[in-house]
């Protein structure tokens, strides 16, 4: 695999950014159904944010920019958001590069906690974030689905206090 390198983000990298949001958007919307692919048009808002206080990119020497992470201030914690691998790029240690390095610029920055909130259905995610290191739950919200309530799957359950909860 050709090296690659986190650096922090630049103005030049701005359609990369927007094509790697618009990616994460789709997969969402795959995935989770509802809403409308947004294009990466939530990329510009996202550069707008006051409490953002970081954004990296892992640059590819063959490919360019294969990846974006985030932080966002709350407080004296950070959240990372967004993590994005452009998917032909995946499991190929992108994406833990991207959470070490934004990890680093916390601890630089004197931050005492970093959070992330993957989507519950996500597994791969999920499993991703707990061997880099989040391995603490610090909150968790519920859902009633309303269109489907009535017809429950429970395939895709997930324990939790020996509770039972759809993904």
Excluded: C
């Amino acid at each position: 695999m050709a090296p690659v390198a986190v650096r922090s983000y630049r103005p030049s990298d701005h359609s990369a950014g927007r094509r790697l949001w618009a990616e994460l958007t789709r997969q969402h919307h795959e995935m989770y159904g509802g809403g409308d692919d947004d294009g990466g048009a939530g990329f510009e808002e996202y550069l707008t944010r006051l409490d953002l206080s970081g954004l990296w990119v892992a640059d590819h020497a063959d490919d360019g920019v294969v990846g974006m992470v985030g932080l966002i201030i709350r407080g004296r914690a950070g959240e990372v958001d967004p993590v994005v691998v452009t998917v032909t790029h995946r499991h190929k240690g992108v994406g833990r590069l991207l959470l070490q390095h934004v990890a680093g610029e916390a601890k630089r920055r004197n931050m005492t906690a970093l959070t992330i909130s993957p989507e519950s259905r996500n597994v791969e995610a999920i499993r991703s974030l707990h061997a880099a290191g989040y391995d603490v739950v610090s909150s968790i919200e519920l859902t009633m689905d309303l269109d489907r309530h009535s017809n429950a799957r429970r395939e895709d359950s997930l324990q939790l206090h020996e509770l039972p909860f759809r993904s």
